[in-house]
């Protein structure tokens, strides 16, 4: 397969959506034998965090994403039961989970006190300021604050001061953060947008799910509206999701299955892809099916 001439520097736009975070390994694999690599990095939410550790230094990031999700559960994320979410929420008035057990995730992973700086690749970490309501995209010092803040969607986890702000999730305004790789300098953008890929994941049974369902609505309409005005710009390649799959993003018993699925949709995409000048090589929403 010829690599894509993309402009440099090329942008890596990670979303948010909970679990389904997986579909960005296997998306990552289908990009890497395309022979298209990042200049530098910017997520929302589990893109962030996906992000971070592509940013890592060393030749083996890919490697370490998929053990990282292979061993991922619910529990890990998303600590307690129902009578625990009851008293969490009791007791916080905001929110059902701690986020202790992600920021356990985010220092077996990337490393106690790991700061932007450690990383070998610029990195963008999206959040949300609860006073104004606008994106902020935080790229120096201590990772982990930055990282749990992009994760805070609200109801689930709690908010997270940092510095002179209150964060939340940036997926509530910049799920799919491409003004953001813009700012940052990007002059092409190949966005990995798990939360249009399949469909949404039905009814939800639960309060937990009830929050993230609302979440991924507002996400969706997100990447509509902003990945055409980026395309104005610059070409964004947006790799499509696999054939419909229903899976909470609170679901963590799928990831490989989901990885193989947008691995065989992505690489699909990119072997049939050429890229001419700014526009939009893909489109949110858009469904490839799964070659057999």
């Known amino acids: 397969m010829q690599a ?8 890596f736009v990670l979303g948010g959506g909970g679990s389904l975070g997986a579909l960005q390994v296997g998306m990552l694999q289908a990009l890497d034998e395309a022979g298209l690599t990042p200049d530098l990095v910017v997520g929302t939410s589990v893109g ?9 230094p060393g030749d083996d990031r890919l490697t370490r994403l998929r053990r990282i999700w292979a061993h991922m559960t619910k529990a890990e994320a998303f600590p307690g039961g129902v009578f625990s979410q009851v008293r969490t929420l009791r007791h916080s008035k905001t929110h059902l ?9 985010i220092d077996d992973h990337l490393g106690l006190g790991c700061r932007f700086e ?6 963008g970490v999206v959040t949300t300021d609860v006073d104004t309501a606008e994106p902020v995209l935080l790229r120096s010092g201590p990772l982990q604050a930055p990282l749990l803040a992009s994760c805070a969607i609200p109801g689930i986890y709690p908010p997270v001061p940092h510095e002179d702000k209150l964060l939340y999730d940036g997926g509530l305004v910049a799920n799919v953060p491409m003004r953001q790789a813009l700012q940052m300098g990007a002059r092409s953008l190949v966005v990995l947008d798990c939360a249009f890929p399949g469909k949404m ?3 939800p049974r639960t309060f937990a799910e009830v929050m993230m369902f609302t979440a991924m609505i507002s ?11 980026a395309a104005k710009r ?12 229903q899976v909470s993003p609170l679901d963590f ?16 995409h990119l072997k049939e892809l050429s890229v001419d000048g700014p526009g939009l090589y893909g489109a949110p929403g858009l469904l490839r099916p799964v070659d057999n």
């Open 201 to 203: 994941p039905g009814a």
């Open 234 to 245: 610059v070409p964004v390649v947006y790799l499509p999701g696999p054939a419909p799959v």
């Open 219 to 229: 996400m969706r309409n997100q990447a509509v509206l902003e990945a055409p005005a």
């Open 97 to 105: 989970f701690p986020n202790t057990g992600l920021a356990k995730i």
């Open 4 to 11: 894509l001439d993309l402009p440099k520097p090329t942008a």
């Open 253 to 268: 018993t799928r990831t490989d299955e989901l990885a193989a699925q947008a691995y065989e949709s992505a690489r699909g």
């Open 48 to 56: 962030s965090l996906n992000a971070a550790v592509l940013a890592l």
């Open 118 to 123: 450690d990383l070998a690749l610029p990195l």
